[in-house]
C-alpha cells in the first residue's frame, strides 16, 4: 500500500520568514495530493491541495509543489505569521485502489516565533 | 449549516464497557471515515465507507466496529475497550466515493480515555 513521509516534525521560524514542509509517497499511482491545518485543539481542515497533472499550485501565502519524478511534494508558507502556528499533515491518495484510500503523513509542527 | 457532527467529545471510561461513538453529517456525503490521532503517529485510518452498507478496514480496525446503515450516520463502536485505545478520534466525510479528488471535512473529535 501507500506510505507517506513528512518531513521535519518539528519546524521554528521567526515570524515573517518562510517554511517548508517535504512529503514523499511511495505509490505512483497517486494523483491527489491534500494539505491539512490542524490548530491547536480544532479538527484538521483542508488549506491546499494539488492533483497529479500540475506541477505547482498557490494560494496567496502557500503553495504546493509536486514532483512526480520523485515522488514528492512540498508545502510552502511565506511571510509566516503567528496564525500559521499548528499541525500541517500531507496525504497522498490512489483512485479505487481498493486499499486505504488516502493515507496521511505523520504531522509537522510549525511554530512561528514573534 | 454544512457539518460533521461527532458525539460525545470527551469520554472515560473503563475496560471492556462497550461504548458508541456517533457521526453525523448533513451534507449527503457518500465517504466517511474514522481516524484516530495519536502523538507522533499522525492520523490513522480505522475504517471507511464509499456508500450505504459498504463498509472496509482501513489501517488499524482491530478492536472496532462500524456499520453504515443509513447515509448520514457513520458510528464507531468500540466492544470491549482497552487502554491502548486511549486517543483522539475523528470522523470525516467527502463528496465523492472515495477521497481522491475531494477534501474531507472532519467533525470535532471525540477524546477517548480508557483506564
Known amino acids: 500500500g501507500e506510505n507517506v513521509e513528512q518531513h521535519p516534525s518539528t519546524l521554528s521560524v521567526q515570524e515573517g520568514d518562510s517554511a517548508v514542509i517535504k512529503c514523499t509517497y511511495s505509490?505512483?499511482?497517486?494523483?491527489?495530493f491534500p494539505w491539512y491545518k490542524q490548530e491547536l485543539g480544532k479538527r484538521p481542515q483542508l488549506i491546499i491541495d494539488?492533483?497529479?497533472?500540475?506541477g505547482e499550485k498557490k494560494d496567496q501565502r502557500i503553495a504546493v509543489t509536486l514532483n512526480k519524478t520523485a515522488k514528492h511534494f512540498s508545502l510552502h508558507i511565506t511571510e509566516t505569521q503567528p496564525e500559521d502556528s499548528a499541525v500541517y499533515f500531507c496525504?497522498?491518495?490512489?483512485?479505487?485502489?481498493?486499499?486505504?484510500?488516502?493515507?496521511f503523513g505523520k504531522g509537522t509542527r510549525l511554530s512561528v516565533i514573534a | 449549516e454544512a457539518q460533521v457532527t461527532q458525539n460525545p467529545r470527551y469520554l472515560i471510561t473503563v475496560t471492556g464497557k462497550k461504548l458508541t461513538v456517533t457521526c453525523s453529517q448533513n451534507?449527503?456525503?457518500?465517504?466517511m471515515s474514522w481516524y484516530r490521532q495519536d502523538p507522533g503517529l499522525g492520523l490513522r485510518q480505522i475504517y471507511y465507507?464509499?456508500?450505504?452498507?459498504?463498509?472496509d478496514k482501513g489501517d488499524v480496525p482491530e478492536g472496532y466496529k462500524v456499520s453504515r446503515k443509513e447515509k448520514r450516520n457513520f458510528p464507531l463502536i468500540l466492544e470491549s475497550p482497552s487502554p491502548n485505545q486511549t486517543s483522539l478520534y475523528f470522523c470525516?466525510?467527502?463528496?465523492?466515493?472515495?477521497?481522491?479528488?475531494?477534501?474531507?471535512?472532519f467533525g470535532n473529535g471525540t477524546r477517548l480515555t480508557v483506564t
Open positions: 470525516a466525510s467527502s463528496p465523492s466515493r472515495t477521497p481522491y479528488n475531494s477534501p474531507l471535512h
Open positions: 505509490d505512483s499511482a497517486s494523483n491527489y
Open positions: 494539488i492533483r497529479s497533472n500540475v
Open positions: 496525504a497522498a491518495s490512489i483512485p479505487y485502489s481498493g486499499n486505504t484510500p488516502l493515507v
Open positions: 451534507m449527503n456525503h457518500e465517504y
Open positions: 465507507s464509499m456508500n450505504v452498507e459498504v463498509t
